[in-house]
């Protein structure tokens, strides 16, 4: 069975104390729970702090982009041992708002998973259509590219312990979020996917999450559908208690 995962992404918001604080109470609310992965991803400067609250708890850490190079003359990124020197476990990669405002491509998007592979992070692939992809009747084409782009040249083990979100970019900050038998479509089609390129094996145990103004209230129906195994949360997750609330639901929805 897979493990059931919630990601915090708090984007550019929290100051380094402010995340110390918030990673603090959480880790003291689910203290003792087992059978849910918990990740908090805070902005580069504030990993630090949080990794000091985590440290010797159950909640991971993860970050929100990264470079592909180990070093060099690249100002103003960070690498993958960078990441991992901080005490992280987790790294988003190719979320829409790094594609939409930074020209990420899956081409790049590609060179980052490996890179975090090869030293022992677990990438958080983002995927999703627009709205007027979606309108056209592209999705399936739209994500399928994608996926099949960011994954080029894995190993069906590699491609078996990624976690892949679905974040349909048309949901992402607007309140408006996929049906439940919308995000479970894609998501199918996402694992039907994985099966193609890298085998069962793999598609079984890829965790797909489904990412997109991802509330309390919309929660339980998200995460009953068969092919969807957590959130990537966003705005609700600056909250401790829309979060600790999402966090309740999924503990809930999968018994444990």
Not at 117 to 141: F, N, S, Y
Not at 196 to 213: H, K, L
């Amino acid at each position: 069975m897979r493990t059931p995962i919630i990601a915090a992404n708090w984007k550019m918001y929290k100051t380094p104390s402010e995340a110390a604080a918030f990673a603090k109470k959480l880790k003291l609310a689910v203290a003792g729970w087992v059978g849910i992965e918990i990740v908090l991803c805070p902005a580069f400067p504030a990993l630090e702090a949080v990794a000091a609250v985590l440290k010797g708890g159950a909640i991971g850490l993860g970050a929100q982009n990264m470079f592909w190079a180990d070093e060099g003359a690249y100002t103003g990124e960070v690498s993958a041992p960078m990441l991992k020197e901080a005490g992280c476990g987790f790294v988003i990669l190719g979320h829409s708002e790094r594609r939409q405002y930074f020209g990420e491509t899956d081409e790049l998007v590609n060179r980052k998973v490996v890179a975090a592979l090869k030293h022992g992070l677990t990438p958080v692939v983002c995927v999703g259509e627009t709205i007027e992809q979606r309108k056209a009747g592209r999705t399936a084409d739209v994500v399928g590219t994608q996926l099949a782009g960011c994954l080029k040249g894995l190993s069906p083990e590699q491609a078996a312990g990624l976690v892949v979100a679905y974040e349909p970019v048309w949901a992402i900050g607007t309140g408006h979020t996929a049906s439940d038998e919308d995000a479970q479509e894609v998501c199918a089609l996402i694992r039907r996917a994985v099966a193609r390129d890298f085998g069962p094996g793999a598609a079984d145990a890829v965790r797909i999450q489904y990412g997109g103004s991802v509330k309390p209230e919309n929660t339980r129906g998200l995460l009953s559908q068969p092919d969807i195994d957590g959130a990537l949360v966003g705005g609700a997750s600056l909250s401790l208690a829309g979060f600790e609330a999402i966090v309740n639901v999924t503990r809930e929805v999968y018994g444990s």
